[in-house]
């Protein structure tokens, strides 16, 4: 893993599947496309602070007859130095790529059909019937008693993003810089 200062842009992109949040990691190395689910609860803007990376690779994709070529950061951890965006950043673009949570899907059917099978848990469904069905026990128990929370990042992007958007009814707030949501 490597350490390296500098500035993550996080944008919001509306997609086929809905809003999705991207970043791009600008540092003195070289700047890097991220793509990770911990990215959905960030609002657009820049934040600045030092992000531990798992790895740096080249991916490609081809969207609307274009191939695009970029090099991804995949975060392992980050720590922000501030919880509000020092400014707003191309917000709310029209589908300039794909979103990575149909990225995930592909590479999921893509193992699935090359692995053995496996014992998997049935499909969720479009609604969640209670807080312990979209968040677990433990974390229902906490939103029950108003306590701060963080979201599990191994959780599919799709239900990051329904946890989220369900804890920002529920009148919590994110602080970027500790990855926390906090009860208004």
């Known amino acids: 893993m490597i350490s390296l200062s500098g500035t993550l842009d996080v944008r919001t992109i509306k997609g086929s599947n809905g809003p999705f949040q991207v970043g791009e990691l600008t540092t003195s190395v070289g700047e890097f496309k991220v793509k990770d689910k911990v990215l959905e609860q960030f609002e657009p803007g820049a934040y600045t602070g030092t992000s531990l990376i798992d790895k740096i690779y080249p991916h490609s994709y081809v969207w609307y007859g274009k191939v695009?070529?970029?090099?991804?950061?995949?975060?392992?951890?980050?720590q922000l130095d501030n919880d509000e965006p020092l400014g707003e950043v191309h917000a709310n673009q029209i589908?300039?790529?794909?979103?990575?949570?149909?990225?995930?899907?592909?590479?999921?059917?893509?193992?699935?059909?090359?692995s053995?099978?496996?014992?998997?848990?049935?499909?969720?469904?479009?609604?969640?019937?209670?807080?312990?069905?979209?968040?677990g026990t433990e974390l229902a128990d906490a939103i029950?008693?108003?306590?701060?929370?963080?979201?599990?990042?191994?959780?599919?992007?799709?239900?990051?993003?329904?946890?989220?958007?369900?804890?920002?009814?529920?009148?919590?707030?994110?602080?970027?810089?500790?990855?926390?949501?906090f009860k208004n």
């Open 68 to 78: 695009t070529v970029e090099i991804r950061a995949r975060l392992a951890d980050v």
């Open 95 to 114: 589908a300039p790529e794909p979103d990575p949570a149909d990225e995930e899907r592909r590479a999921a059917a893509t193992e699935a059909i090359t």
């Open 116 to 135: 053995a099978p496996a014992d998997t848990e049935p499909p969720a469904g479009d609604v969640p019937e209670t807080l312990a069905d979209l968040f």
């Open 144 to 181: 029950l008693a108003s306590q701060p929370l963080q979201l599990d990042r191994t959780v599919e992007r799709s239900v990051l993003r329904r946890q989220r958007d369900e804890l920002d009814a529920l009148g919590y707030t994110f602080q970027a810089s500790t990855q926390t949501w």
